[in-house]
């Protein structure tokens, strides 16, 4: 029998219920619904969804694992090369990376390979199924990393498996970097994420919150204590695009905006001390994954939310079951727009946006439409919030205060591509502090390139 042409779809919350609180919006598969979404795998030989996966999970046998109920052999096969499948299974790109080249996908739906990896690790979780193996301290060496995001969590957690003492450093008072404060519960719940980066305690990763390396403890510091330094600081440095009135109040860079109502809890107020603006319309330039971020949190605080995006939906860089949501939630779509300036009242608070109307011509560099402003065309949408998500770039205050570590222009630590290495000996770098913001398990994949090349590196 040849196998179903449509995948499994997963079960959801309606927008209705979910636009109240700040609960997960897909359910998740059953055990039932995992093991027939996973028979239709065609079990092909050369399985490019492998090699389609940053971290190269082997797909094909964590999926023949579940369709034949060995839920435990799953989640194994998932961790031998990823430890945090609850959260990639949740927020990784599938659908542009191991889904893409599915063979499924020639005749129909390709295997909800994202959806599957995080129910295993769903049920594991739910049912006790893991197990953190004993492993002896073994190595003379003592290697530091610096962040704790994903890039920083799986390096570190590779060199504990090996047998290294290791040490983490993160600036914020809860461990997960961007995976915390970026990324909302309705998408990546926190006790997910507290679970997963439970491993590390367990493999006896010691993290130390609040610490600075650059501000509150220095470099050179680190490179006194440790044999190896791995710096994976992320990009939570937000990007402006310089416009009269990105000053007023109100006016918020998604980074802020987001880390006040994920990690400081801003929806809660006065509950948790952090506040954020009373908000009634709320304008999101750019439409990408934070973009959406942000425009949905503004739902579930009862605004008005608006996208406003030079091009058209179809050339955001969002993932399509994002906007999707979105959409569901009553967030307005404001495309072929430009905003020349922020307007504000003569007590400085914000009042609207003025922009400039667009037309799409050829391909520009990304191979989207370039869109061209039309002169004259200015007109004025009244919103009391602004919130500015065109990106982030790494941090300054790593690399300001680091001696020896040279950037490019744009702030991206230089190292070398074939060893991982800046441009000083023994301090390793990786994730979106090397290429810029990208994606959860991009920054894995580097975390699992460097933690190797360091091990080289210390074993000569």
């Known amino acids: 029998m040849s196998p179903e042409e449509d995948r499994i779809p997963v079960p959801e919350r309606g927008p209705e219920e979910r636009t109240d609180d700040f609960d997960e919006v897909p359910l998740g598969y059953s055990p039932e619904q995992a093991m027939e979404e996973s028979e239709r795998c065609l079990e092909c030989a050369k399985s490019p969804c492998i090699g389609g996966c940053p971290v190269e ?25 990823n430890i945090i499948p609850a959260i990639t299974g949740r927020v990784c790109p599938q ?21 599957l990896e995080r129910f295993v690790a769903d049920y594991a979780r739910e049912n006790n199924l893991e197990e953190v193996p004993e492993i002896e301290k073994n190595k003379d060496f003592e290697v530091a990393i610096v962040g704790s ?12 498996q090996n047998g290294y003492d290791v040490t983490m450093f993160e600036a914020l008072h809860e461990p997960g970097g961007v995976l915390k404060y970026g990324i909302p519960e309705f998408r990546l719940p926190n006790e997910v994420i507290d679970h997963e980066l439970e491993y590390l305690d367990e493999l006896h990763v010691d993290i130390r919150l609040n610490r600075i390396v650059g501000q509150n403890i220095e470099l050179e510091e680190l490179e006194e204590d440790f044999d190896a330094i791995y710096v994976a600081t992320g990009a939570g440095s937000p990007r402006f695009l310089g416009l009269e009135g990105e000053d007023l109040k109100g006016v918020y860079s998604a980074n802020e905006f987001l880390t006040r109502i994920n990690l400081m809890k801003a ?46 939906t179809e050339w955001s860089p969002a993932r399509d079951e994002e906007i999707e949501h979105a959409k569901q939630e009553g967030v307005t779509f404001d495309t072929l727009c430009n905003p020349k300036r922020i307007i504000g009242d003569k007590d400085g608070w914000v009042k609207g946006i003025e922009l400039f109307e667009c037309e799409l011509e050829e391909p520009d560099d990304s191979g989207r439409p370039s869109p061209k402003v039309l002169e004259d065309t200015e007109h004025k949408k009244d919103f009391d919030t602004v919130v500015i998500a065109i990106g982030q770039e790494p941090n300054k205050v790593f690399y300001e205060n680091a001696p020896g570590v040279e950037v490019k222009e744009w702030g991206g630590i230089i190292i070398d591509d074939e060893n991982r290495m800046t441009t000083k000996e023994g301090v390793f770098a990786g994730g979106d502090a090397v290429s810029g913001a990208a994606t959860v398990i991009l920054a894995m994949g580097d975390g699992r390139k460097a933690a190797q090349n360091i091990m080289n590196y210390l074993e000569g």
Request: with cysteine; hydrophobic share 40%.
């Open 267 to 312: 929806y809660k107020f006065p509950e948790y001390d952090t506040p954020i603006t009373d908000m009634e319309k709320v304008g999101v330039i750019g439409a990408g994954n934070v973009a959406m971020d942000a425009a949905r949190c503004a739902i579930r605080m009862g605004a008005d939310s608006h996208i406003l995006y030079r091009r058209t």
């Open 57 to 81: 999970i082997d797909i094909p046998n964590f999926v023949k694992a579940i369709a034949e109920g060995e839920f435990k052999e799953a989640l194994e096969i998932i961790k031998d090369t």
């Open 95 to 115: 659908e542009e990376q191991c889904e893409e080249v599915c063979v499924m996908g020639n005749v129909g739906d390709p295997i909800n390979i994202g959806k």
């Open 149 to 160: 995001g994903p890039s920083g969590v799986t390096c570190a957690a590779l060199f504990a």
